[in-house]
């Protein structure tokens, strides 16, 4: 059965990325958005939704925030062809430069190789990063880039403004390929 609802999936170590989801969630509105902690998820929570937002954080030099890691396999299962999905991700550009939000460019990986398009990519202007998984094409991240280390007082308008241009892109995505 197909959700008209958005779904959101988020993990988070700290609660910064939980925070993120459900600022999201707000300005969105609840009623159109599903939110699910990927640490209770199965892979077939994916299939009902079109428009999916995913959320992480990277950990310990590159890596997927835990839940992340123990639901990867579960991951590469699902089949993202009709799917549009927007990512956003939290990381430290100051301490862990060499793999700013790295995270996003391995689950992007993914959704690429089974079929998904990806909207919601940002600029990579106004950070100061060395290398980043996440940097798909010089001078874009694949995704919203968040640092509540360094940057905690951009992380409101920087999803207020991203939330604003993803739904104009799922609208998008929705209308083409009803065309
Ligand atoms: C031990 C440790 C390792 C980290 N490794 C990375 C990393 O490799 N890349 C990155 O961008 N951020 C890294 N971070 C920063 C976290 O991703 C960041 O603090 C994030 O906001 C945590 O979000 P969460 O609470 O939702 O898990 C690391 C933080 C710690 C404490």
Request: no cysteine.
């Given at each position: 059965?197909?959700?008209?609802?958005?779904?959101?999936?988020?993990?988070?170590?700290?609660?910064?990325?939980?925070?993120?989801?459900?600022?999201?969630?707000?300005?969105?509105?609840?009623?159109?958005?599903?939110?699910?902690?990927?640490?209770?998820?199965?892979?077939?929570?994916?299939?009902?939704?079109?428009?999916?937002?995913?959320?992480?954080?990277?950990?310990?030099?590159?890596?997927?925030?835990?839940?992340?890691?123990?639901?990867?396999?579960?991951?590469?299962?699902?089949?993202?062809?009709?799917?549009?999905?927007a990512?956003?991700?939290?990381?430290?550009?100051?301490?862990?430069?060499?793999?700013?939000?790295?995270?996003?460019?391995?689950?992007?990986?993914?959704?690429?190789?089974?079929?998904?398009?990806?909207v919601g990519v940002w600029?990579?202007?106004?950070?100061?990063?060395?290398?980043?998984?996440?940097?798909?094409?010089?001078?874009?991240?694949?995704?919203l880039?968040?640092?509540?280390?360094?940057?905690?007082?951009?992380?409101?308008?920087?999803?207020?403004a991203w939330v604003e241009q993803v739904m104009e892109e799922f609208?998008?995505?929705?209308?083409?390929?009803?065309?």
């Amino acid at each position: 059965m197909v959700n008209d609802k958005i779904g959101l999936f988020y993990g988070s170590d700290t609660g910064y990325t939980e925070g993120v989801a459900h600022q999201i969630q707000e300005l969105i509105g609840a009623s159109n958005i599903e939110v699910h902690d990927i640490n209770r998820a199965k892979p077939e929570d994916f299939a009902p939704y079109q428009r999916i937002i995913i959320g992480l954080s990277t950990w310990h030099d590159g890596e997927l925030q835990s839940d992340w890691d123990a639901f990867y396999e579960n991951f590469k299962t699902i089949d993202f062809s009709g799917k549009t999905v927007a990512f956003f991700g939290l990381g430290d550009q100051i301490g862990y430069g060499e793999y700013f939000i790295d995270g996003v460019g391995i689950l992007g990986d993914v959704v690429y190789e089974n079929g998904g398009q990806i909207v919601g990519v940002w600029p990579t202007e106004g950070y100061d990063f060395e290398i980043s998984k996440a940097e798909f094409q010089e001078g874009w991240f694949l995704g919203l880039a968040i640092d509540e280390d360094n940057q905690p007082e951009m992380t409101v308008p920087r999803v207020e403004a991203w939330v604003e241009q993803v739904m104009e892109e799922f609208a998008e995505a929705v209308s083409n390929q009803q065309a």
